[in-house]
């Protein structure tokens, strides 16, 4: 749960830090650019860029989410074999 934490907040500073960067770096230039307008194009930037800046933490995040799965399965066939009668002695 942790990394799963971890990836999210890191992917939501990426995008606060580039809606900051899309906002005030044109405004040195005199160009102003709607609070809205930045906030989208840093979504759409940091989409494919948080892909490459937090790849290890998203294959951690996914092998966790894996393991869970796999876990909630074994669980989850248990209990039907047990439902069915099977592994009584």
């Given at each position: 749960?942790?990394?799963?934490?971890?990836?999210?907040?890191?992917?939501?500073?990426?995008?606060?830090?580039?809606?900051?960067?899309?906002?005030?770096?044109?405004?040195?230039?005199?160009?102003?650019?709607?609070?809205?307008?930045?906030?989208?194009?840093?979504?759409?930037?940091?989409?494919?860029?948080?892909?490459?800046?937090?790849?290890?933490?998203?294959?951690?995040?996914?092998?966790?989410?894996?393991?869970?799965?796999?876990?909630?399965?074994?669980?989850?066939?248990?209990l039907e074999s047990r439902l069915r009668?099977?592994?009584?002695?």
């Open positions: 749960m942790r990394d799963v934490a971890l990836y999210s907040l890191a992917r939501l500073v990426l995008v606060v830090v580039l809606a900051a960067a899309i906002l005030y770096i044109p405004r040195a230039f005199g160009v102003e650019i709607p609070l809205l307008v930045a906030a989208l194009f840093a979504v759409l930037i940091a989409l494919p860029l948080s892909l490459v800046l937090f790849a290890p933490l998203r294959r951690r995040v996914n092998e966790r989410i894996a393991a869970v799965d796999e876990r909630r399965r074994s669980t989850r066939a248990d009668g099977e592994g009584r002695t």
